[in-house]
T-cell receptor
């Protein structure tokens, strides 16, 4: 079974609809992330969470919200979807490394959700 | 300079060729460096961490030059299965969670 799963895998919706993307992980990692990927722009961080109830904005959080109610789950919501939110969305996880280790967390990605907003 | 900048590509090479990917980063405080591989319509997967001493895994070699803020990836004897997008990834310096991704370079290996 996959360590990081995302649902749905594909979604087509209309402008103004509320959408929730779900992410679950069995890796036991504390840290979880949401990214979007657009052609020519690479991966951009939307939100991240270091623990349950801990929420931090990434570089492009406007128009999105998240919820981390359990260590294994991190959901992303689009309250009122708009066409420029059409993208490939990835959830990722990482374990917490000691800062003194000098190493960055390796991030493990889910399979992605392809969202189309018409 | 952009935070992480890669060759825009795409690269088209025949099987057996050697291909080099280049990447520069702007944050001199960055401490961790990675190459990720992303197959078409799939998630990015860690290919290799990059260390100051350089590292090699079979046909693949990664190098880091901190003075020049430059990272490279070399694939020798390329295979059809090497066809993918290669992402240069750097941490934000001073933090071990924030990763900045390059836009990626698409490699197609042709028979």
């Amino acid at each position: 079974d996959a360590d990081v799963t995302q649902t749905p895998r594909n979604r087509i919706t209309k402008t103004g609809k509320r959408i929730m993307l779900e992410c679950s992980q069995t890796k036991g990692h504390d840290r979880m992330y949401w990214y979007r990927q657009d052609p020519g722009l690479g991966l951009r961080l939307i939100y991240y969470s270091f623990d349950v109830k801990d929420i931090n904005k990434g570089e492009i959080s406007d128009g999105y919200s998240v919820s981390r109610q359990a260590q294994a789950k991190f959901s992303l919501s689009l309250e009122s979807a708009i066409p420029n939110q059409t993208a490939l969305y990835f959830c990722a996880t990482s374990e917490r490394l000691a800062r003194a280790s000098g190493r960055a967390d390796t991030q493990y990605f889910g399979p992605g959700t392809r969202l189309t907003v018409l | 300079r952009k935070e992480v900048e890669q060759d825009p590509g795409p690269f088209n090479v025949p099987e057996g060729a050697t291909v080099a990917f280049n990447c520069t980063y702007s944050n001199s405080a960055s401490q961790s460096f990675f190459w990720y591989r992303q197959d078409c319509r799939k998630e990015p997967k860690l290919l290799m961490s990059v260390y100051s001493s350089g590292n090699e895994d079979g046909r693949i070699t990664a190098q880091l030059n901190r003075a020049s803020q430059y990272i490279s990836l070399l694939i020798r004897d390329s295979k059809l299965s090497d066809s993918a997008t290669y992402l240069c990834v750097v941490n934000g310096g001073g933090s071990n969670y924030k990763l900045t991704f390059g836009k990626g370079t698409l490699l197609t290996v042709n028979p």
